[in-house]
């Protein structure tokens, strides 16, 4: 098991950016595949992106493709989510996962954080 906190959310405006981070306990960090989820007021949970433990391999989501990217210090247990040209349809709670399968199912992660509002006015 290991225990993730985010934290770095905000109000931001339309346009701007915003760096989310996740800082996960245990010493095991780099083993586990690391995920971002959002969920909008009254929408489902949906899947931003996922970073394998080394690193090397990312995949994103196609609603934030070329805006959002990720990146992780194993050194320090820390995953990043940089978020550019932000838009008001990225507002939500933005939750941090880890699992050790990479998937877009929130299914296949079984460690979460309390999530962070991230806030883009128009």
């Known amino acids: 098991q290991v225990q993730l906190v985010e934290s770095g959310g905000g109000l931001v405006q339309a346009g701007g950016s915003l760096r989310l981070s996740c800082a996960a306990s245990?010493?095991?960090?780099?083993?586990?595949?690391m995920a971002w989820f959002r969920q909008a007021p009254g929408k489902e949970r949906e899947f931003v992106l996922w970073?394998?433990?080394?690193?090397?391999?990312?995949y994103y989501g196609d609603s934030v493709k070329g805006r959002f990217t990720t990146s992780r210090d194993n050194a320090k247990n820390t995953v990043y989510l940089e978020m550019n040209n932000l838009k008001s349809e990225d507002t939500a709670v933005y939750y941090c996962?880890?699992?050790?399968?990479?998937?877009?199912?929130?299914?296949?992660?079984?460690?979460w954080g309390q999530g962070t509002q991230v806030t883009v006015s128009s």
């Open positions: 996962a880890a699992g050790r399968v990479a998937e877009r199912s929130s299914a296949a992660y079984n460690n």
């Open positions: 245990g010493r095991t960090f780099s083993s586990y595949v």
């Open positions: 970073i394998s433990g080394s690193g090397a391999t990312t």
